[in-house]
């Protein structure tokens, strides 16, 4: 299948929260609450408009339409030197393209960003519940690294986390 990798743009801020919204609900563990597609908006358009020089999110068309998107950044983790290690802070696609490599190729999209911004190391958070991302991104040399935190609360329970690391 033929797909495009480029940067994203602010006039991509509906079709990333459409993607983004709708890869959730696909994916998202039993018991999950849905996204609105309305939140995802402006969140989209404050992040693309805030990205600086080692921040980036590129998206994947095919046949002119958005099919996913990786999300790159310094971490923010305060155990972490942000210098060098950068984070992988999102990664969607659609439900239509899983098992296509679509996400292998926008992780390696994203690697290669922070590689260039001067990172060594990346990192990525994980919902504890979510055997699949596990197993995606072990199959590509992530591992968790022992590290946990509370991501948010649903419905009276804390929702946990876990980080993956990976050496670039």
């Known amino acids: 299948m033929d797909w495009n990798i480029r940067p994203a743009r602010l006039n991509d801020v509906e ?3 459409d993607v983004h919204v709708a890869a959730w609900n696909a994916a998202r563990p039993a018991g999950f609450e849905s996204l609105p597609v309305s939140d995802r908006i402006d969140q989209w358009r404050n992040r693309l408009e805030s990205e600086g020089k080692r921040h980036s999110t590129f998206v994947a068309e095919i046949g002119g339409s958005l099919a996913g998107f990786v999300r790159v950044r310094p971490t923010p983790d305060d155990d972490m030197d942000s210098a060098v290690v950068g984070r992988l802070d ?3 696609v659609a439900e239509a393209h899983w098992g296509s490599g679509l996400a292998h190729t926008l992780m390696d999209r994203g690697l290669t960003f922070l590689t260039e911004s001067g990172f060594s190391r990346a990192v990525l958070w994980v919902i504890e519940e979510h055997p699949r991302a596990h197993a995606f991104y072990a199959k590509h040399s992530w591992s968790p690294d022992g590290a ?3 991501a948010f609360s649903a419905h009276g ?12």
């Open 148 to 150: 946990r935190k509370i």
């Open 157 to 168: 329970r804390e929702v946990m986390e876990i980080r993956f690391t990976k050496t670039l």
């Open 15 to 17: 079709a990333l929260a």
């Open 90 to 92: 999102e990664l969607y």
